[in-house]
């Protein structure tokens, strides 16, 4: 039987009402949730799929998330299939059944309408802390799974509308912050709630054959257009290597290997080559390391291809078994964002062989965690605080990087200085911009942030979850890397570096300074303008030094104006003996 042709302005309608449906849902989460790092991190993310599990639309959240849902339905429709009911609601945080990494617990609420299962409403939360061995349950020196906290394999939080006291109680013996936790579980409801509501509006007004249609369409619309940009780029084999320092344990390099094939309208992503799994908790489940190279590729194409199914068809992601990128149990992976941050970086890296004006320079290095857990002297009430400071984009074909903002894989947010030090015994001493922090370029790199902490209780453990220290960001085409991050404890006395993965106990007044790195540079720095130099040197981005020894700027003696003349002849010599 034929389909049926879709109406060009209903299709409009539906798609549109997709997107408000889950850009409400977002909003229904930093509204409603209880821990910062949910609220004012925004370390969260929502989706909505058809009753057979393919996403429909999703929220501008953490993209990071979001390609790891259809393996996550798929293990949910697998273990309730046809038993699911109308008030039902599933969780999961399990890497190796469906999850990512223990904090971040999904929920899933089936939607149905008159009897009948539509679809289901999605959200995930990355919670404050679900117990472990460290405050805030993502340490990168676990050496296994059990270390990490409490694991939760699919189960109904509501069953026909019951809430599962049991498994409510055993979730608040084993966190830290059960309040905080419970709370914002109760916000993932509410909002998985609202997508419930107006997607079963929906199917009312069009009725459930016709949306199935629209939604069909939808998602083929998604392929159509995925496959079109892909037809038009160079068919063949593109690779690129990019490292993670170590793993917290080892400083032996970690090499993340990844082979793009462009075969017609197909691509084939294969991370053959990359490094076994490690002893430190990096590792990456395979529904994340797809996840980071679904978002990868689609920063490469057009904006109006819609976020839903019809894009996955149209990429094929292999990582062999054992590897970094496909652990098997019992590896740790409560630090595995930091390993997808570099899929993200590897898989630009060779995206840029073939679409170079729509890739930029390598970042940041994606978020760096700083985490600190512990209990007040007095009331012996727990504090965890969990920041994950986001810093510098890099160069790009026709802009400089910017800086400040969340790395492109991540839609989060810096928490305000205002709300760490009312909620946690710490101090912010210094937030700002690191100088000569950029790689230099025709486009440079953004500048990474400094954020350094005093703490103020009695004692505390600190977990630091950093990298792109030994591997500082790689620039391309001619630019330069971005400096390399730096971790330091009591800068202002002995002022110990630190290494860029590491848990320990410090004390009262112990000061932490994070020194992100910065962005890699676009192009020649040769050819950079000596107008946007001297913005960047009004700005005190750079100093004098740096843009004499990187762009070739010659100034006039005894000023900080530049000799135009001195600086071409320096410009072309420069470039002669290239």
Excluded at 307 to 335: D, F, H, K, Q, W
Excluded at 533 to 558: C, Q, S, W
Aim: proline residues 5%.
């Amino acid at each position: 039987m034929a389909k049926q042709a879709q109406d060009p302005i209903t299709f409009a309608v539906i798609k549109n009402a997709l997107d408000t449906i889950v850009d409400d849902m977002a909003y229904a989460v930093m509204r409603t949730a209880r821990s910062p790092i949910v609220r004012d991190v925004l370390d969260y993310s929502v989706t909505i799929s058809d009753r057979r599990g393919r996403i429909l639309s999703q929220a501008k959240t953490v993209a990071l998330h979001l390609g790891a849902v259809p393996d996550a339905i798929d293990v949910v429709i697998a273990r309730f299939g046809e038993t699911v009911a109308p008030g039902d609601v599933i969780i999961l945080n399990d890497p190796y059944e469906g999850g990512m990494h223990l904090p971040d617990i999904f929920m899933f609420k089936p939607i149905f309408v008159a009897g009948r299962l539509q679809g289901f409403s999605v959200v995930i939360a990355h919670h404050c802390d679900v117990g472990g061995r460290v405050p805030g349950s993502n340490a990168s020196d676990s050496t296994e799974i059990f270390q990490e906290g409490l694991r939760i394999p699919p189960m109904k939080l509501y069953d026909k509308g019951v809430l599962n006291e049991t498994l409510v109680a055993i979730i608040r013996k084993n966190v830290r912050l059960p309040d905080l936790v419970i709370g914002d579980l109760e916000a993932q409801y509410a909002t998985c709630n609202i997508g419930e509501r107006e997607l079963g509006r929906l199917v009312e007004h069009y009725g459930e054959a016709e949306l199935d249609g629209y939604f069909d369409a939808l998602i083929d619309y998604g392929e159509q257009l995925t496959r079109k940009a892909i037809s038009s780029w160079p068919d063949g084999d593109y690779g690129f290597t990019d490292y993670i320092d170590g793993d917290g344990f080892s400083s032996e390099a970690i090499p993340i290997i990844c082979k793009i094939t462009v075969a017609g309208d197909h691509l084939y992503v294969d991370f053959t080559g990359s490094s076994l799994q490690v002893k430190g908790a990096i590792n990456s489940t395979l529904s994340f390391t797809k996840s980071s190279t679904y978002l990868s590729i689609r920063c490469a194409l057009d904006a109006d291809v819609p976020n839903n199914a019809g894009v996955y068809r149209c990429i094929t992601v292999t990582a062999p078994e054992g590897s970094v990128l496909n652990p098997m149990m019992p590896a740790a992976v409560a630090a595995r964002a930091l390993t997808g941050y570099r899929v993200v970086d590897t898989v630009l890296g060779a995206l840029s062989k073939i679409v170079p004006a729509k890739v930029m320079a390598a970042g940041e290095g994606g978020n760096t965690v700083l985490a600190f857990g512990g209990y007040d002297k007095l009331t012996r009430e727990p504090f965890v605080l969990v920041d994950m400071i986001n810093g510098a984009w890099g160069g790009r074909a026709t802009k400089d990087g910017i800086e400040g903002v969340t790395n492109p894989s991540q839609n989060l947010s810096n928490l305000p200085i205002e709300t760490l030090e009312a909620r946690y015994p710490l101090i912010m001493e210094a937030y700002g911009f690191r100088e000569d922090s950029g790689g230099a370029g025709e486009h440079r790199g953004g500048l990474g942030l400094v954020r350094q902490y005093r703490l103020l209780a009695e004692e505390a453990v600190l977990q630091i979850r950093a990298d792109r220290h030994d591997h500082p960001p790689y620039g391309l085409f001619g630019g330069k890397p971005g400096a390399p991050s730096r971790n330091i404890l009591d800068p202002d006395g002995s002022m110990k570096i630190l290494p860029s993965k590491i848990t320990r106990t410090i004390g009262r007044d112990f000061v932490v300074r994070h020194e992100q790195a910065g962005g890699g540079g676009y192009g020649d720095p040769l050819k950079r303008s000596l107008e946007r130099i001297r913005v960047d040197l009004a700005n005190e981005k750079f100093t004098p030094a740096f843009v004499e020894a990187h762009y070739g700027v010659v100034f006039v003696p005894g000023s900080l104006t530049i000799d135009e003349t001195a600086t071409h002849a320096r410009r072309a010599q420069a470039r002669a003996s290239q």
